[in-house]
């Protein structure tokens, strides 16, 4: 009963190709990210849903498109992909509201590396 | 984003209390301050937050100074499993995003 879960764990992919990454949590959380840790281990947060609607869209490429089928899945898909985009890419899900208590679960991470 | 600065790398002996310490001083009024841990090949959990208190729970204590320019996690008997990357941050709550910094990337010494 995994609280945030995401597949692939492992992709391996050749530059140019489109792929997606899905992320799925159990908590009845309103709001999702997605954050890249580059090989520098910094963790950078690309994009946030809440409601299915985007509220956050950090600078990142066109080629990077989420996507919030429902309150619980946000899947990041990616197109062309470079070997700039190689990386760990981590979902989280929060309970957004009026108070200033956000904890963030974190998924298990998908090791994305282009070749 | 109010910014967190922290020590890359600190050691610690199993069994005995660390203390990781965080600046952060430019913090609002309404940032809490979080702290989250990594252990290697996962994804962040959360350990503890604050906002003027120190608090404890089951993992960790938070003490947070009284100008609330800095705070301290401190693990009372780190273990082997405590080895992990520290990461201090400040989170306003509503819609805002969260940043990560570096963190602390603590050694457990058996």
């Known amino acids: 009963d995994t609280a945030v879960s995401q597949t692939p764990k492992y992709l391996v992919t050749q530059m140019g190709n489109d792929k997606s990454i899905k992320c799925e949590q159990n908590?009845?959380?309103?709001?999702m990210y997605w954050y890249k840790q580059d090989s520098k281990k910094f963790l950078k947060i690309m994009f946030s849903?809440?409601?299915?609607?985007?509220?956050i869209n950090e600078t990142v490429p066109n080629r990077f498109s989420p996507k919030s089928p429902d309150k619980a899945h946000l899947n990041l898909h990616i197109n062309s992909l470079e070997l700039g985009d190689s990386a760990v890419y981590f979902c989280?899900?929060?309970?957004?509201?009026?108070?200033?208590?956000?904890?963030?679960?974190f998924g298990p991470g998908t090791r994305l590396t282009v070749l | 984003d109010a910014k967190t600065t922290q020590p890359n790398s600190m050691e610690s002996n199993e069994e005995e209390p660390v203390h990781l310490p965080c600046n952060h001083s430019?913090?609002?009024?309404?940032?809490?301050i979080h702290w989250y841990r990594q252990l290697p090949s996962q994804g962040p959990e959360y350990v503890i937050h604050?906002?003027?208190s120190n608090v404890n729970n089951r993992m960790a204590s938070l003490a947070i100074a009284e100008d609330r320019k800095s705070s301290t996690l401190i693990l009372h008997r780190a273990t082997l499993r405590d080895a992990a990357v520290y990461y201090c941050?400040?989170?306003?709550?509503?819609?805002?995003?969260?940043?990560f910094g570096t963190g602390t990337k603590l050694q457990v010494i058996p």
């Open positions: 989280a899900s929060s309970q957004e509201g009026s108070n200033s208590y956000n904890e963030q679960f």
């Open positions: 908590l009845g959380h309103d709001t």
């Open positions: 849903y809440n409601n299915k609607e985007l509220i």
């Open positions: 430019t913090i609002s009024g309404t940032d809490y």
């Open positions: 604050g906002l003027t």
């Open positions: 941050i400040l989170d306003s709550g509503g819609y805002q995003k969260v940043t």
